[in-house]
Nanobody, 114 residues
C-alpha cells in the first residue's frame, strides 16, 4: 500500500503563502484521484482539494480561488500551493487518495497567525 509523507507546513502571517509537498512511497500513476485534506483544531478532517488523473480539479468552498493542487506522477509527488492564507486555514494537512483515503501519513502543520 502506498504511504504518503507530507512536508512544507509552518507558521505564516495572514496573507502569506505556503507550498505543501507530498511524497508517495510508491507509484501514484494508477491512483485516479489525489487530494489534500485538512484537519482544523477541534474539527473533523475534510477534503479541500482533489485532482484526478484526467486533470479535473475540485476545491472546497473555503479554499477555492486561493489554493492550487498539482501532481507529478513521474516523481510520485503531489503539491498544494496555498495563497492569501487566513487564520481559518490553520490545521494539519494530509495528502491521500480521494475521495476514498487509504492509510494516513503524519501530516504537516500549517499555522496562520499574526
Amino acid at each position: 500500500q502506498v504511504q504518503f509523507v507530507e512536508s512544507g507546513g509552518g507558521l505564516v502571517q495572514p496573507g502569506e503563502s505556503l507550498r505543501l509537498s507530498c511524497t508517495a512511497s510508491g507509484s501514484i500513476r494508477s491512483i485516479y484521484g489525489m487530494g489534500w485534506y485538512r484537519q482544523a483544531p477541534g474539527k473533523q478532517r475534510e477534503l479541500i482539494a482533489r485532482l484526478t488523473k484526467a486533470g479535473i480539479t475540485d476545491y472546497a468552498d473555503s479554499v477555492r480561488g486561493r489554493v492550487t493542487i498539482s501532481r507529478d506522477n513521474a516523481k510520485n509527488l503531489v503539491y498544494l500551493q496555498m495563497n492569501s492564507l487566513k487564520p481559518a486555514d490553520t490545521g494539519f494537512y494530509y495528502c491521500n487518495s480521494a475521495p476514498q483515503p487509504a492509510q494516513w501519513g503524519q501530516g504537516t502543520q500549517g499555522t496562520v497567525s499574526a
